[in-house]
T-cell receptor
C-alpha cells in the first residue's frame, strides 16, 4: 500500500533559521508528491508539488526535490519567518490499477518560529 | 463561491445522535474526498468519489459512517449514533481528475474546505 512518513513535531526554530522537514514515502506506481500547509485557523492549502523524479517544487521560499532513489521529498527553507508557523503535511497521489486516485497524507509536522 | 464550502463549521451533538456534514466542491471538480483530522492523528482518509464510479469507501472506520454524492456535486457525510471518539474536524477536498502522463499531466492537487468541527458530548 501507499504511505507517507514525516517527522513528528513540534519543530521550534528561531527566526531566520534553516528548516528541514523530512518526508519519505512508499507507493505502488509513480506518485505525484505534495506539501500542504495549514496556517492557524485556516484550511489546508497546497504549498508546492513535484510530479516526476528530480523535479523541484518551490513556493514562498520553500523547496522540495522529488528523489526517487531515496523515496524522499524533504521540505526546506533557508530562512524561516514567524509567519511560517503552521502545520506542514507531506502527501502523495497515485492512480491505482482500479483507476482510483488515492491521496495519502503524512501525520503533519507543526512548525513554531519564534522571534 | 470559488472554493470548497463545508457546513456546518461547528457542530456539537450528544452521544448517540446522528449528524450530517455537507460539502459543496468547486464547480467542475470530478473528485471529492473526505478526511478526518484528529489531534495528533494527522489526516485520516475516509472516502473518495470520482465521477460516476463507485466510491472508494476503504477509509470509513465503521458502518456508522456513510457518504453520498448526489448529481456528482454536493456530498453529505453521515455519522449515525455518534460516539465521543468521532469528535474531530472533518475535511472535504475536491480536485480535477489526474490525467495524462509526464509534463502534460494534471496532477489534480486537492482544494480543501475549512472543515466541520464535530464535538460529541
Amino acid at each position: 500500500g501507499n504511505s507517507v512518513t514525516q517527522m513528528e513535531g513540534p519543530v521550534t526554530l528561531s527566526e531566520e533559521a534553516f528548516l528541514t522537514i523530512n518526508c519519505t514515502y512508499t507507493a505502488t506506481g509513480y506518485p505525484s508528491l505534495f506539501w500542504y500547509v495549514q496556517y492557524p485557523g485556516e484550511g489546508l492549502q497546497l504549498l508546492l508539488k513535484a510530479t516526476k523524479a528530480d523535479d523541484k517544487g518551490s513556493n514562498k521560499g520553500f523547496e522540495a526535490t522529488y528523489r526517487k532513489e531515496t523515496t524522499s521529498f524533504h521540505l526546506e527553507k533557508g530562512s524561516v519567518q514567524v509567519s511560517d508557523s503552521a502545520v506542514y503535511f507531506c502527501a502523495l497521489k497515485v492512480k491505482d490499477s482500479g483507476g482510483y486516485q488515492k491521496v495519502t497524507f503524512g501525520i503533519g509536522t507543526k512548525l513554531q518560529v519564534i522571534p | 463561491g470559488a472554493g470548497v464550502s463545508q457546513s456546518p463549521s461547528n457542530k456539537v451533538t450528544e452521544k448517540g445522535k446522528d449528524v450530517e456534514l455537507r460539502c459543496d466542491p468547486i464547480s467542475g471538480h470530478t473528485a471529492l474526498y473526505w478526511y478526518r483530522q484528529s489531534l495528533g492523528q494527522g489526516l485520516e482518509f475516509l472516502i473518495y468519489f470520482q465521477g460516476n464510479s463507485a466510491p472508494d469507501k476503504s477509509g470509513l472506520p465503521s458502518d456508522r459512517f456513510s457518504a453520498e454524492r448526489t448529481g456528482g456535486s454536493v456530498s453529505t457525510l453521515t455519522i449515525q449514533r455518534t460516539q465521543q471518539e468521532d469528535s474531530a474536524v472533518y475535511l472535504c477536498a475536491s480536485s480535477l481528475a489526474m490525467s495524462g502522463q509526464g509534463i502534460r499531466s494534471n496532477t489534480g492537487e486537492l482544494f480543501f474546505g475549512e472543515g466541520s468541527r464535530l464535538t460529541v458530548l
